[in-house]
């Protein structure tokens, strides 16, 4: 006989975003239902995602919360500095860099913390598994209807889901928000990133580099040690897409060749490490957030380039927000899915999603070009903003996501 549950939220898209919110809605008391086309298991193959994420430490207490943070089956490496240079491809990195440190932001707290998304994965599936107050469905499609009274959500396997929120959170090109005709402004850079990872000779110290070459941004983000290689960090490499086949095809010493070309010399020899994966770049915003007992979040709701890895903390601070409003309706037993509440997670969440889309869209603009006066004129302001300390205090709080 086909199921029958009841619950207060139904998630749709067990990602990053949807998994680390059920988990804490869940850990709340509050009833989830989170469903996935796909099979979770096979998600935490070394194979299936070679991302690494800048987990920044305002995300931190959102998978703590969930009881997802102790369950990382690897060490989280926490990144103590950052480094952003205007680079010249074969050249030197102009000597005119902006340096940030922990100290400087006035606490020895990370700044964040690099963890493999095949260990965030394996987290949120043990925790997943933990929780009586949530139920998990993957694979299965989910047909979802809703109305002023509540939403329906009927699984292929007859399952039948009532729920007063549904939350969509199955990343870029949401099928939940095509259906609301929520529009989108999307735009495209051309661009796609190369993730691999590196051994290399010489200790990172835990500094993250951004060096920014006119292809686009070049990362080297530090990595806990593996076994058989100490020093481990993680690339997430910006090319031109016309460019990128044939470097992806590169056999590993000269892949390894152009690495250290675009690194710069100061972690001495560098080896590629395991697989390579490519990822298309694009950005994109919905122009609202919430429909009749619906709301978006996480990549389905916006996505940024990756220059400054912050598109899953904003996902997460999506997540949080939501988390803390549907407490809220719970203590005081107000209606969770009510339009006035919803509205409220759209205001919290719309302008920082914007002003962070448009930081990283004009950091992309700035820096992709050769142009000689416009290269004198942001290592100049480079130069400015690292001996000034209140903004760099700024430009940390954004990036870590305490500002809020
Ligand atoms: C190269 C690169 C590096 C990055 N590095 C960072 C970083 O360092 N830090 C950072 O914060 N961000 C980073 N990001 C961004 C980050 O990867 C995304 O923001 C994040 O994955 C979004 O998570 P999500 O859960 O919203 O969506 P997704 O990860 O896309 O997950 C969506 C889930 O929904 C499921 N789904 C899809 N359709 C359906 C459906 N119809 N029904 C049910 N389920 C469905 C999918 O199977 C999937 O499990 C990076 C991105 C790239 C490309």
Redesign the pocket.
Known sequence: MAMRLDVTVAV????????SLACRLAESGIATAV????PLPP?EHPDFDG??????SG?RPLLDAGGVWPRLPFPACPILGIRVTDGRLGRPASRLSLGFDVREAGSDAPFGWMVE?RSLRMALNARMEELPDLSVFAP???RVERSEAGARITLTDGTEIAARLVVA????R???ARAARIPFTRFSYGQE?I?TAIAHERPHENVALEHFLPAGPFAQ?PMSATEGAEHVSAI?WTEEARLADSLFALDDGRFGAEIARRLGGHLGAVRPLGRRFR?P?GAMLAHRYTDVRMVL????AH?IH?IA????????RDAITLAELMEEAAASGADPGAPALLRRYQRARRADNLLMLAATDGLERLFSNNIAPLRLARDLGIAAVDRMPRLKRFFIRQATGTAL
């Open positions: 749709v898209g067990a990602g990053p975003v949807g998994a469903i996935d086309r796909a998600m991302r690494a994420y800048a987990i920044a995300s998304a299965a499609e989910a959170a199955e990343g870029r949401s099928p939940l990133a993730v983000l997430v990822y770049i979040a996480g990549d389905a996505g990756p890895g912050q598109g899953l903390n904003l996902g997460f």
